[in-house]
């Protein structure tokens, strides 16, 4: 399969603990973003990658939220001391970095539960 | 501010029975308006890209429009595998797309 693949697909974590997600995007592809997603909302940007440069943030990215991409490669996403409004679907995606119109291509996501 | 609005946020059709659903659009500068499918418990489907006001784009019973203040994904003879979320997503800016809350297809058999 040489779609992008996140990693693990469901997390359950008690509040305060630290979780981290990983995204391998599809291999071509130099742009990689990560979202969020609640129950009957589409997908919100958290930020995305240039390749290993972190270009941009949301507010929505809080000071306990961190994300890398070394070597331009694969990415992580950590939320440290998780509550309980962290439960949603963390979704990657990747794209190729068209100057124009870009399209992304989503991974499975990752189901994060707070207790 | 840049804004993305989905109708209905749910339908139910009828196995066959044809119908559209809307996406409306306010953006400071549209790059590209984008369909995805997304089925419970896992990422969005990618389906169309569209650039400029009256293309066309079709997949099977799929065929997508668009103008400058909106966009439809007509669903013709819909049969019950096409039942899922559809969301629409538009570009404002290299790096960044905007996502509709979607619409929630249901096609009974």
């Known amino acids: 399969d040489t779609g992008v693949s996140q990693d693990p697909r469901h997390k359950i974590t008690k509040r305060g603990q630290n979780v981290t997600f990983r995204c391998d995007p599809i291999s071509e592809h130099n742009r990689l973003y990560w979202y969020r997603q609640t129950l009957g909302q589409g997908p919100e940007f958290l930020t995305y990658f240039q390749n290993e440069a972190q270009l941009e943030k949301s507010r929505l990215l809080s000071d306990r939220f961190s994300a ?48 | 501010e840049d804004q993305v609005t989905q109708s209905p946020e749910a339908l139910r059709l009828q196995e066959g029975e044809s119908s559209s659903l809307n996406c409306s659009y306010t953006v400071s500068g549209l790059r590209g308006l984008f369909w995805y499918r997304q089925d419970p418990g896992k990422g969005p489907e990618f389906l169309f890209t569209l650039y400029s006001a009256g293309e066309e784009k079709e997949k099977e019973r799929l065929k997508a429009t668009l ?15 096409d039942s899922a979320t559809y969301l629409c997503a538009v570009q404002v800016r290299a790096s960044k797309i905007i996502f509709g809350s979607g619409t929630r297809l249901s096609i009974r058999p």
Not at chain 1, 71 to 89: V, Y
Not at chain 2, 67 to 81: D, G, M, V, Y
């Open chain 1, 68 to 115: 890398e991409r070394p070597k331009g490669s694969f990415s992580t996403l950590e939320i440290q001391r998780t509550e309980q409004g962290d439960s949603a679907m963390y979704l990657c995606a990747s794209s190729l970095g068209e100057v124009s119109t870009d399209t992304q291509y989503f991974g499975p996501g990752t189901r994060l539960t707070v207790l």
């Open chain 2, 67 to 81: 103008t400058k203040k909106e966009s439809f994904l007509h669903i013709t003879a819909p049969k019950p595998e």
